[in-house]
């Protein structure tokens, strides 16, 4: 009897960890773990997925596919499924505005609520959950056409600067650049003097 439930201690954090699937699609796995199958674009035929809940998807090449915002798919992604999320995910990346921006996870409400979540980092951005009822055409691309290019914008400032005998009006001039090496934001800003006006 000690033996046996010794067994079952053993056993039965595991067996909470996994789900049973007959899928032989990751676009029905996507399903039993109650996510929408539009999640990954059309013909994916190179999947695996392990029983702790821990998958990868190979696709052919890099491509992008647009759903209310665009999406790149790297031709490696993975990550770990659980009833109605996916998490530490990698190989993923949501366009929002001239940024693509990491996707960490996907979660949808359990019940329902007709909306789909994507964390990426810094928020999670919300979509209608029917955008992703059927998997999309995706566009190949290369790994690092989707990177969109560096912005830079002017700024001036100006403030009076006294000494002991008179008072001038100084104006600073700074550069931004918002660049994007790598999926990594960055602002590299640069200040100078400025006399005559500024060219970034």
């Not at 505005?97 to 789909?116: A, C, H, Q």
């Amino acid at each position: 009897m000690l033996f046996f439930l010794l067994l079952l201690a053993l056993v039965s954090p595991t067996a909470s960890l996994s789900r049973r699937t007959n899928a032989t699609t990751i676009y029905e796995v996507l399903s039993d773990y109650g996510l929408p199958m539009g999640l990954f674009p059309k013909g994916v035929k190179d999947f695996g997925l392990a029983h702790d809940g821990s998958f990868w998807v190979h696709l052919d090449e890099a491509c992008n596919a647009k759903f209310e915002n665009e999406l790149h798919y790297e031709r490696n992604v993975s990550g770990h499924l659980s009833c109605g999320m996916i998490d530490a995910l990698t190989g993923l990346q949501a366009q929002d505005l001239f940024l693509w921006l990491e996707v960490m996870s996907i979660r949808v409400d359990v019940p329902t609520t007709g909306l789909i979540y994507f964390d990426v980092g810094a928020a999670f951005k919300r979509f209608p959950l029917s955008l992703f009822e059927t998997p999309p055409e995706c566009v190949a691309v290369r790994s690092n056409q989707h990177h969109a290019p560096s912005q830079t914008w002017e700024l001036h400032l100006s403030g009076i600067f006294c000494d002991d005998e008179d008072c001038d009006e100084v104006v600073f001039g700074g550069c931004i650049d918002a660049v994007n090496p790598g999926n990594r934001f960055f602002l590299v800003i640069k200040w100078v003097y400025v006399e005559d006006g500024m060219m970034c």
